[in-house]
Each structure stands twice: as C-alpha cells, then as structure tokens.
C-alpha cells in the first residue's frame, strides 16, 4: 500500500502491521497499517466510528488487538497493557481526563513522580514548583503560575499542562485524542502552538486525532485517514489539500457506507 | 470549568484573579472567609461562643469547656479519619462500631493476662485489620464503601455485643497508663488536637495526601498517572478504622467503662457531618482535616450550648438536625458563590 521508509534515515518510533480487531460479530478495525517516524506529527482523521479510538486503544496498550503485530523502535512488542506501554514512552493524553482539578499545576506535573526532601518524608515543594516553572517556560506553555489550582485554569491550558507532563515524563509517543475538540479558537491556537514547538524540539513524536482537517493540515506532517477499519489514505501534508480530504470523506457518503459494517 | 476561557484566567502577573481596586475592608475579609471554608466555620463557631455566652454566663467557665472538649475529643479523633476517607472518594459507616470493638479487643487482651499496653496495641491492629477488610471488600469486589460498609457495621455490632455478651465492663488499671489514654481530663484533647495535626500533616506535606486528593479528584486520571488508588484507598480504609479504635480506647479510658454500645452511629455520624461542616466535599478531592476538626467542635459547642440553655432533647434534635441541613446546604452554595467569586 505505501512505501516502506528507510529505516536509517527515518526510523519509525512506532509501526504497526495488520491489524485486526473485532468485537464479537462487529469488526472495528479490519487492517491497520500505519508507522510513525521519529521526531514526526502524523494526523489521523476518521469519521466517527472509523476504529480512531480503537485503534489509540490499542496504542496505550489498553485493548489488545485480534491480530497483527506492533513495533515500537523496530522491535516487536506486545502491548498487554497501559503501564507496559508507558514503560515504553507511550502516553496517551486524553482531554479534561489527565489532571486533578484540585491540585495545584506542579503538583500535577508532579503527580506520582513527587520529589521528597530526603530523608524526611516530606514533599520538596519547592524544587517541584522551580522545576515545573523551567519545564512548562521551556515548552513554551503560558500559564499565571504554577501555584493555582488546575480548575482555575482555562481548558486550552489544561491540555497544555497535561501534555506538558507526558514529555515530561519521558513520553517518546504522544497520542493526543482529539487535543482541540471544544476548545475556541484562542485555546486551540495554544495547544497548536505547543504541538509545534514539539515538533522543533524533536523529542517526541506525535500521533494527532483530529476532525478539523486545516488543523491538521497546518500543524502536521503527515494525514492518516481511518475509513470501514483501515487506512485509505497517508500523504504528507504538503502533497494534500483541504479539499482532497474533504472529498475523500464525502466520498465515502456518495458512495454509501453500508457495504463494510462499522462498529456503532 | 472547561467552559472559562482564557480571558477571564487569573492573570499571568498576579497568579490571582484580578481583584477590582478600592473594594472595602469588608468585602475583603467577606471573600477570604467565603474561600476558606475553615476561617468561615471557625468564625460560625466563635459566633456560637459569644451568643451562649450571652445566653448563658455558664458557658465560658472552666467546667464547661471540659465538658466542650469531652464533646469534641473521640468524635474529633474519628473525623480526622473519616476525612481523609471521604477527600479519597470513600466513606466508612462502620467507625462507630470500630469503636466499641476496639475497646474490648483491649479488656480481654489484658483479661488474658497480658499488659494493658499489649491490649491497647491489640485493639488498635483489629482496628486496622477491619479496615483492611472494609478496603479490600470495597476496592476488590466494587462495592460502594456506603454498603459495604454498612455490613461491617452490623457485622462488627454483632461481634461485640456476642463477646461481651452484651454486658459493660470496667476500664483495667494500669496506672499512669490511664492518665494519659484518656483519664486525665485534658489527655483526650490532647490526643485529639495532636491526631488533627499529624493527619494535617499527611494530608498536606506528603505523597500519600496528594495521591488521597488525586484518587478522591480524578479517579481515572490519578490511576493513569499511576497512583496506586487501590492502595490509597485501602490505607485510608485502615487509617480511619485505626482512628476510630484509638477513639474508641481513649472514651473507655475516660469513662472507665467498656461499653457494648458505646459509639454506634451517632458518632459516626457526628463526625462524618463535622468533616462535612468543616468543607470536606462528599464527592472527594476537597476538604482539610482542621476544618473536620472545627467542624465538630462547632457541633459540639452548639450541642453543649443547647445543653446548658436547658433545651428540651427533643427539640434539641430537631434543632441539630436543622443546623446540619442547613451547614450542608450552605457547604454546597458556597463552593457555588466561591466559585463565582473568582471571576
């Protein structure tokens, strides 16, 4: 279907080959082949019920898949489960999900990873809250101070922090599920802003779910489109427009769904 | 919450919402007291003092505020743990009852022929095994702690009533041992006030009071940072059972009787509606062990108060019963005006 990269010059960070999942009689992903170079921001846009969320499942290790097989750095693995994915640098950053409300921003950065002041067994707030500080200006991510407590804070920046945290703990493959999805203008602009200087960076790689396609298209390198569990489509973002995926979309109504059943 | 938007966050200067200028004396403290929900309790409370006071010029004498502490001390004790509890997202309905066991636990331990400090150990690790098993059957088998709890209870009456074959029996002696559980009119407070600051302490200063936030905040988001809020939960489980067998010896000590059906729910509720009072959200993730505390020393001043001014115990209880509904009512209108004061 596509060309398989070269491996030196751009390793994948993670690839998969095949596959297949299916809940009883529904099959929600029939065969999903998809890689992710190191350093790279691929988009992954679907209409709803195209397996997008099973397939990100399946990334976290929090589905195990019917068939297929996963490589994370050009080795085979098998993702059994959310904490072995994280050992692997996999982290999964869901909307409104990731924080606690109550606790300040620092101490959500810090969230099970606190730094004690050995060797008492209190917490050294403030070396968490300087480094939290660095990181989050490092990154670019604005927010009034570190002190407040995340449900002061604005949705757009909540998404920051949490992916803010994910790198921080040494996230090597983001996935952002839907990262602007209800967000004004303003706010989404703030997470675009960071997904870019991510990508600057270079440190991590990012698979984005996405519904806005011009999104996508100015914050990726590459599209990805999730159509009846496959992909019917992977081009770099310069190679492609707002109106072929637009028409690859509608495409699909034109001719009518019907004939591959989806999970709904 | 998600519907703020950038404009109206505190500002990148401050760290503090932007707060108009030339707002009076007044408005200013009338928000801090509104935001702290143990400066608006603590303020209820002295109001309490002034208008018994008043009422009655018995109530600041010295006799009396022993009495107060009397109140305050074991309920006190049990709401620090029950705070906790609930910040996590649980509840444990079966305190009252802990509380009772662990205090006989003690008796026949020492009836045994052991030491009364080998008893006093003894009570306090089955405290802590019932709150292992009140964790364990909540967090393993997904049973709200609300019923699973409310089987221990009865479970645990049972117990007591079947090996004290329902019969009180005198607190042993043990000499300076007594004084310092509980007989001595102001160890009980003591312990209180120190329980208050240690579990403060945990609450504020540690990990483990950061992962009881965080479980009690954001269940899923916690578990996903990788918070073991199993473990969480299961040691707040034994903290609160541990607490309430402590509360339980302390009460024996100072009565110096052991008493089948000494606690039962009316401390349990005493100290859950004092975490309650004192800002500790039901819902989990908010809440202060000192506001628990004051939370139940303004039950108790109220309690003492209407005591002193001869009310009927009838009418007693449907005052007190008015006072909690309306304390819980205001708990949940001040977040709301909290809320919109930020703004």
Same mark, same amino acid.
């Given at each position: 279907m596509k060309?398989?990269?070269?491996?030196?010059?751009?390793?994948?960070?993670?690839?998969?080959?095949?596959?297949? !999942?299916?809940?009883?009689?529904?099959?929600?992903?029939?065969?999903? &082949?998809?890689?992710?170079?190191?350093?790279?921001?691929?988009?992954?846009?679907?209409?709803?019920?195209?397996?997008?969320?099973?397939?990100?499942?399946?990334?976290?290790?929090?589905?195990?898949?019917?068939?297929?097989?996963?490589?994370?750095? +050009?080795?085979?693995? !098998?993702?059994? &489960?959310?904490?072995?994915?994280? &050992?692997?640098?996999?982290?999964?950053v869901y909307q409104d999900l990731a924080l606690v409300n109550e606790l300040s921003v620092y101490h959500n950065m810090f969230l099970n990873r606190e730094l004690r002041q050995f060797p008492l067994p209190f917490l050294n707030n403030?070396?968490?809250?300087?480094?939290?500080?660095?990181?989050?200006?490092?990154?670019?991510?604005?927010?009034?101070?570190?002190?407040?407590?995340?449900?002061?804070?604005?949705?757009g920046q909540r998404q920051a922090i949490a992916i803010a945290r994910a790198v921080y703990t040494d996230a090597k493959i983001l996935l952002l599920d839907e990262p602007l999805a209800a967000?004004?203008?303003?706010?989404?602009?703030?997470?675009?802003?960071?997904?870019?200087?991510?990508?600057?960076?270079?440190?991590?790689?990012?698979?984005?779910?996405?519904?806005?396609?011009?999104?996508?298209? +100015?914050?990726?390198?590459?599209?990805?489109?999730?159509?009846?569990?496959?992909?019917?489509?992977?081009?770099?973002?310069?190679?492609?427009?707002?109106?072929?995926?637009?028409?690859?979309?509608?495409? +699909?109504?034109?001719?009518?769904?019907?004939?591959?059943?989806? !999970?709904? | 919450m998600a519907e703020t938007t950038l404009s109206n966050a505190p500002t990148p200067e401050t760290g503090h919402p932007p707060e108009p200028?030339?707002?009076?004396?007044? $408005?200013?403290?009338?928000?801090?007291?509104?935001?702290?929900?143990?400066?608006?309790?603590?303020?209820?409370?002295?109001?309490?003092?002034?208008?018994?006071?008043?009422?009655?010029?018995?109530?600041? $004498?010295?006799?009396?505020?022993?009495?107060?502490?009397?109140?305050?001390?074991? $309920?006190?004790?049990?709401?620090? %743990?029950?705070?906790?509890?609930?910040?996590?997202?649980?509840?444990?309905?079966?305190? %009252?009852?802990?509380?009772?066991?662990?205090?006989?636990?003690?008796?026949?331990?020492?009836?045994?022929?052991?030491?009364?400090?080998?008893?006093?150990?003894?009570?306090?690790?089955?405290?802590?095994?019932?709150?292992l098993f009140n964790g364990v059957v909540t967090v393993w088998f997904k049973i709200p702690s609300l019923i699973s709890t409310l089987g221990t209870q009865f479970l645990l009456n049972g117990i007591t009533l079947t090996i004290s074959m329902g019969e009180p029996e005198i607190t042993p002696a043990g000499g300076q041992i007594n004084q310092v559980m509980g007989l001595n009119p102001y160890s009980e407070i003591a312990w209180a006030v120190a329980v208050m600051v240690v579990v403060q302490v945990i609450l504020s200063f540690t990990r483990w009071g950061k992962h009881t936030v965080a479980t009690g905040g954001n269940l899923l988001g916690a578990s996903e940072a990788g918070v073991n809020v199993s473990r969480v939960k299961i040691g707040n489980f034994m903290l609160a059972s541990t607490l309430a067998g402590l509360a339980g010896i302390l009460e024996a000590f100072r009565i110096d009787s052991v008493d089948p059906l000494a606690g039962g729910t009316t401390i349990m509720f005493s100290a859950v509606a004092g975490a309650v009072i004192g800002g500790t959200a039901l819902s989990g993730g908010l809440g202060t062990v000192v506001g628990a505390f004051l939370g139940v020393l303004a039950l108790s001043i109220l309690r003492d108060g209407f005591l002193l001014l001869g009310v009927n115990a009838f009418t007693f209880d449907i005052i007190l019963g008015v006072a909690i509904l309306i304390a819980m009512i205001l708990n949940v209108r001040l977040r709301i005006w909290r809320e919109a004061g930020r703004q």
């Open positions: 060309e398989a990269p070269s491996p030196v010059e751009f390793p994948d960070a993670i690839r998969t080959e095949h596959i297949v !999942k299916r809940y009883g009689a529904v099959t929600a992903l029939r065969d999903v &082949s998809m890689h992710l170079r190191k350093g790279e921001v691929l988009g992954l846009v679907g209409d709803n019920g195209a397996g997008k969320s099973t397939f990100i499942k399946i990334l976290t290790g929090f589905v195990q898949p019917d068939g297929g097989e996963v490589f994370v750095n +050009e080795e085979p693995v !098998k993702l059994r &489960s959310v904490s072995y994915a994280h &050992s692997l640098g996999i982290e999964t403030r070396k968490m809250r300087e480094l939290a500080r660095d990181h989050l200006r490092k990154m670019g991510v604005n927010i009034p101070s570190v002190d407040v407590e995340v449900a002061k804070l604005s949705g967000m004004g203008a303003k706010e989404g602009a703030l997470i675009l802003e960071l997904i870019h200087n991510l990508k600057v960076m270079g440190e991590v790689s990012i698979i984005m779910i996405a519904h806005n396609y011009a999104q996508v298209l +100015e914050t990726c390198d590459r599209v990805n489109l999730l159509q009846h569990g496959t992909i019917t489509f992977d081009k770099p973002v310069a190679e492609t427009s707002l109106d072929e995926l637009n028409e690859l979309v509608m495409r +699909e109504y034109r001719v009518g769904a019907t004939k591959t059943p989806t !999970k709904s | 200028a030339g707002k009076s004396f007044w $408005t200013r403290l009338g928000s801090i007291i509104l935001r702290q929900r143990e400066v608006s309790i603590l303020v209820v409370a002295i109001v309490l003092v002034i208008y018994f006071q008043i009422s009655s010029s018995n109530f600041l $004498t010295n006799d009396n505020i022993r009495v107060i502490f009397q109140f305050v001390s074991a $309920t006190a004790i049990i709401s620090a %743990g029950e705070a906790m509890l609930l910040i996590c997202g649980e509840i444990d309905l079966s305190v %009252g009852q802990v509380f009772a066991l662990a205090a006989f636990i003690m008796y026949f331990v020492n009836q045994a022929g052991l030491p009364l400090w080998v008893g006093i150990i003894a009570g306090l690790l089955v405290s802590a095994v019932v709150g």
